[in-house]
């Protein structure tokens, strides 16, 4: 895919992260995620595995364009968070620990996110 401005032609690759939670709909807490790269699948420890990554998003399913109720950490801070287990994830499985990479990997993850209550499966 390329986008042109002006004079000059960015490649734009595609993100080499998947994440995925396993549940839809209702009961978002009762799932976990699914992190792959390139197709290869990524073990994350049991407690990260089962929880919400913290990622900034609006996750009322009432107010979903609200932004009063908006949560969680932008871009920048999330990475600056989550840098050393991230780190150490990547250097587990040979995933270059660059700046583009951790970017790519909160992006793959924050399309994914959720927070306890945010599909309205407990009310």
């Not at 197709?39 to 049991?46: K, T, V």
């Not at 595995?49 to 999330?78: C, H, R, V």
């Not at 909160?106 to 407990?122: K, M």
Request: glycine share 8%.
């Amino acid at each position: 895919m390329h986008n042109i401005i002006g004079e000059v032609t960015l490649h734009i690759m595609p993100n080499p992260f998947t994440a995925r939670w396993t549940a839809k709909g209702s009961g978002l807490c009762l799932a976990h995620w699914e992190l792959f790269y390139l197709g290869q699948q990524l073990e994350i420890d049991l407690e990260r595995k089962q929880n919400d990554m913290g990622t900034y998003a609006i996750y009322s399913f009432i107010f979903p364009d609200d932004d009063i109720y908006a949560e969680g950490l932008p871009e920048d801070a999330w990475i600056i968070e989550n840098k050393d287990w991230l780190t150490s994830l990547f250097t587990t499985y040979n995933i270059p620990s660059d700046e583009t990479h951790l970017r790519l990997f909160y992006q793959a993850v924050n399309r994914n996110d959720w927070r306890c209550g945010s599909c309205g499966g407990c009310i």
